[in-house]
């Protein structure tokens, strides 16, 4: 096939990989001249009306590792990564003019500050230049669900049965191209340091059950312990609700989160160990996760902005509270529930919690509290390594009773602990100052 003249730059957002990535094949495919763009977008680290910063340190660490990670892969396909700490919409611009691009690559978002940068983008560029964005960050892509998308069903049930029924999973795109030698620009651009971003150094801690650092090869590796080398996997669906340790879930949602592994090639490893080890309950389970996170990126593309309102797509008027001392004691992890505090004091101490954990906490805020869950789920933004807009909010409204549960539910957070931290291990460990300062 022919290739076009002209140089593409492709706008790298949360689907840093080089594997099973849409925008860079294409660019590499039909170009002869690709050059990659990413910006630590300040706009993600100022501090937000709660009080706290929108992006905190533990997920910017990882942020950077995983960039890090990027550039080299790149490089070993002659593709420079353009890094900047900038608003994207104005380094492009400069890029653009600089390079002289006639073609723009990236994966299409829809939510509100997204698409706003989307747009500014859009508006910066020369008229000529051909703008190709796709959704790229699917199990299942939005034109192969068997259902309009005002037609989405509002509970999951009954979307996951339609689209395992009439669905399938699109196969992984093929390896990335290597692009001559002199594709490459001669500058050489560096990564920002958390204290350039504003935010204080984190420091791993010795309890972390999420001690891995970003990047493609590091989800690899993620992988192939716990599908391969250990078998884990055929275990998940029992120990999911686990609350210590490495392996009593996938932890697979960070790589997840910023794009450095596709849901796609996830799933086709589940396919792969099936055929190879075993297919049962618990490899099905995680494709049910992943159906899970799906659904959630359909609500939202759904409803659009109403994910972000307090009466959610639901649009129901309750009275939230909004109470600064009450805010500040479940985000520090001194409520009266000590269950509550040591998922709390966790997250602080380590940008993680687990799922069993902010179902509780969450539903705690929100149904016991009564406090405006749209505060909640602006801190695990800020503090989450695995943080993704979708789920996040997708589960705070379900749990604030705005979203897609229909049965309304509410924890008994001390019934929680009782089932799932029978021994209270979990909360020792983390409720014991000497442990975690």
Known sequence: MQKRKGKALVWLRNDLRATDQQSLYQAATNHEKVVAYYAFDPA????????????????????????????????AHNITLII??????????????ELSITDLYFQKEWTKEEREEEEKVS????????VHSYYDQFLFHPDDIPMNLTDLPEVFTAFRKKCEKYSSVRSCLPPLPVMEAENQLEKEFNLPSLTQLGLSPAEKHPHSAFPFVGGSKAVQARIDHYFWKTEKLSFYKQTRNGLLGLDYSAKLSAWLANGSISAREIYWEVMDYEKQVQKNQSTYWLVFELLWRDYFKFISLKHQDKIFLIGGILEREYEWKNNPKMLQSWCEGSTKEPFVNANMIELNKTGWMSNRGRQNVASYFAKNLLMDWRMGAAYFESLLIDYDVHSNYGNWLYVAGVGNDPRDRKFNVRLQAERYDEQGKFQRRWNQKSLFE
């Open 44 to 75: 993600h680290f100022t501090t937000t009306k709660w009080g706290f910063k929108k992006t905190e340190a533990y997920r910017a660490k990882f942020l950077i590792e995983t960039v890090l990670a990027l550039k080299e892969e790149l490089a």
């Open 84 to 97: 900047e700490q900038q608003s994207p919409h104005l380094g492009i611009a400069q890029w653009g003019k």
């Open 123 to 130: 508006a910066g560029l020369f008229a000529q230049v051909n």
